[in-house]
């Protein structure tokens, strides 16, 4: 995939010197622009060169998530169009449109409370020591 995003010319500023091109992680990847002409060259250029290799795109798996843009204007792929979704998880991060971390930060605590409840009993017993608890 790398031939496929690796013209550092669509992605996005990270830092004044820096600029973040696209997320790889196995078989997961995050294609980052600014424009929506951008996003459709990224997105036809992966499946083309996935293609070369005999590799396809997932369609069904293969959403679009637009950041603080008026832009309705879908993405397609080989003349379908790719489901816009307002939130999404990204290696464990939740990703939504409003480009904050509000959404992940509650999960994570919700999942905190979640495991620190289910340690209640143990919280709760009378048969083990405050050292062992």
Request: aromatic share 4%; hydrophobic share 35%.
């Amino acid at each position: 995939m790398k031939t496929s995003t690796s013209e550092g010319k669509h992605g996005i500023r990270w830092t004044a010197q820096d600029q973040l091109d696209d997320l790889n992680f196995t078989n997961d990847l995050a294609l980052l622009s600014h424009t929506h002409e951008q996003m459709q060259i990224k997105t036809a250029n992966v499946a083309a060169v996935s293609a070369s290799v005999s590799l396809s795109i997932h369609k069904g798996k293969t959403k679009v998530l637009k950041l603080k843009t008026q832009n309705s204007n879908p993405i397609t792929l080989d003349g379908e169009t790719m489901e816009d979704v307002e939130c999404f998880t990204y290696l464990g991060s939740i990703i939504d449109e409003q480009g904050g971390l509000d959404a992940d930060v509650k999960v994570r605590i919700d999942k905190a409370m979640a495991t620190f409840l289910q340690l209640k009993n143990i919280w709760n017993s009378k048969q083990l020591s405050t050292n062992i608890k």
